[in-house]
Nanobody, 116 residues
């Protein structure tokens, strides 16, 4: 299974970006999909997570600004990021988990830079 993400880039503070990710190589729906991020000098942290039933969880720092959603294909996930701030700058990673196989999958990171 491969996760391919796109949508990162450079944006001014207060702006918006939308990240998208699709999983290839499986016909089964991933149980959970999520976005993590890692800023220089920091550990990787959960940004937002969505289950197969649509249940969501967000980091406190992004609540009210970011929205995670899954597409009609259960193996696609997007992250709408609004009111971006410089502290949101990081490499964002798409994550998927297949419960039936107890197997996590990671995509290559996509960088997001928010200029002040």
């Amino acid at each position: 299974v491969q996760l391919q993400a796109c949508g990162g880039g450079v944006v001014q503070a207060g702006g918006s970006l939308r990240l998208s990710c699709a999983a290839f190589g499986t016909s089964d729906s991933l149980t959970t999909m999520a976005w993590y991020r890692q800023a220089p000098g920091h550990s990787r942290e959960l940004v937002a997570m969505i289950g197969s039933g649509g249940d969501t969880r967000y980091a406190d720092s992004v609540k009210g600004r970011f929205t995670i959603s899954r597409g009609n294909s259960q193996n696609t996930v997007s992250l709408q990021m609004n009111s971006l701030a410089p502290e949101d700058s990081a490499v964002y990673y798409c994550y998927g988990y297949q419960h039936s196989e107890m197997q996590p999958y990671w995509g290559k990171g996509t960088p997001v830079t928010v200029s002040s």
